[in-house]
């Protein structure tokens, strides 16, 4: 059997950041990375942007130059997939049916996207946009002629699926469950300015809508709403989120319920392995402590330096600063800290100016920004959230004043 001294299971963000961590911060040990899509990895987060829009090839999503890999003996073993683990052997089975060992193993698979539970889901023409392959396939539908697209879903992917498809002269219809868009990660400010942006540049954004099935003939024609009536649709993009990617883990016997559980220091309730990223559920302190999983690069990343330490000697518990964005239109969106169980709201300059931003309270104290077209405010901003400020509100709201001058002395 083969094996390495650390085992990197997923070749995302999680996986590139934790073997790129070991090798910087000393590990001389074997590090094998196992993926089972077939690129090395690449950036995530430019596919529903700057890849969709063809903006960027794909060779410059490359999270490092291909030759980086081979020169830091880190080995990459692509399109397979792990189908089990066993934590008392040390071993994982593998899609080819090969087996693998380790010593370590960080756990960094991500999510897969939610499926649509109605009938039709499985039609052809019905996209997610997670994977390049995912991406590949509906930049192909488009090029073939494809027009009339309905997206499900108004979460940021959603969003920034239908704002690159207006660009590409697409019909959009989105629709939302909820009475309105981004509501599980925002306030009522944010979304309205966003629904109004998409509807400015002609997407049919309909909220509160729920979808009863897809209909067609061996591909997607249309979708039928709960009130029995039909959309017509070339294509569909499902937006709804994400599964995390954990099967095999909770299989072996991992404690979790959302994910996988980890202590401070990104560890399982397995012996000897971790989980880092989209997939691991943690205790956050930016959200009062709450156990919850943080779907960003920044989470990915920070998890997976702090596991790479842990594993060269120097284990510290994750503390890291959240922060997310999302490009739409000329909008560039960019949150410092988490909303969870805000109490109060205040925004600094006019939504109107398409430059602005939305602060976040709870018992009078700063817990996150929504910055749009407004980097000063997030870069002073998110040092508001950090120090746990508790500013004076009119002086919060004077877009005037820099949020700076807020910090204590």
Not at 184 to 206: I, N, W
Request: proline letters at 5%.
């Amino acid at each position: 059997m083969s094996g390495a001294d650390v085992v990197i299971v997923g070749g995302g963000h999680a996986g590139a950041q934790a073997a790129i961590a070991l090798r910087q911060n000393g590990f001389t040990g074997s590090v094998t990375m196992i993926g089972r899509e077939p690129e090395p990895p690449y950036e995530r987060p430019p596919l529903s942007k700057e890849y969709f829009a063809r903006e960027k090839t794909f060779d410059r999503l490359y999270i490092r130059p291909l030759p980086f890999w081979h020169d830091k003996q880190i080995t990459l073993q692509l399109g397979i997939e792990v189908t089990a683990v066993d934590p008392t052997a040390k071993s994982l089975s593998l899609s080819d049916g090969s087996s693998f060992s380790y010593g370590k193993l960080i756990w960094a698979t991500g999510g897969d996207p939610r499926r649509l539970s109605c009938a039709g889901a499985d039609l052809a023409g019905v996209h997610a946009v997670r994977t390049r392959a995912d991406c590949d396939q509906l930049m192909g539908e488009i090029d073939g002629g494809v027009k009339n697209i309905v997206v499900i879903g108004g979460g940021y992917i959603g969003l920034e699926a239908a704002a690159v498809l207006t660009k590409l002269g697409c019909h959009v219809t989105l629709l939302e469950a909820l009475p309105r868009v981004l509501a599980r990660v925002a306030g009522p400010e944010l979304s309205t300015f966003y629904e109004k942006e998409h509807r400015d540049h002609g997407v049919d954004l309909r909220t509160g809508v729920m979808v009863d099935s897809l209909v067609g003939e061996g591909r997607v024609s249309g979708v039928k709403l709960a009130d029995g009536s039909v959309i017509p649709a070339e294509a569909v993009i499902v937006g709804i989120g994400i599964v995390a990617a954990v099967g095999p883990l909770l299989a072996a016997g991992a404690a979790g319920a959302n994910g996988i559980d980890v202590d401070a220091f990104c560890r399982t309730s397995l012996p000897d392995i971790y989980a880092v990223g989209d997939c691991a559920s943690f205790a956050c302190d930016y959200a009062g402590g709450a156990v919850m999983r943080v779907e960003s690069v920044q989470n990915a990343n920070d998890q997976a330096t702090c596991v790479a330490k842990a594993i060269c000697g120097d284990e510290q518990p994750y503390h890291a600063f959240p922060w997310f964005w999302s490009n739409q239109y000329d909008l560039l969106l960019q949150t410092a800290g988490l909303s969870l169980g805000y109490d109060a709201t205040v925004t600094r300059g006019k939504p109107e100016d398409r430059s602005f931003s939305v602060i976040y309270l709870k018992n009078g104290r700063v817990i996150a920004l929504d910055c749009v077209n407004s980097t000063k405010d997030y870069v002073q901003g998110r040092k508001l959230v950090e120090a746990g400020v508790s500013p004076d509100l009119d002086r919060l709201a004077d877009a005037g004043v820099p949020l700076k001058e807020l910090l204590p002395a």
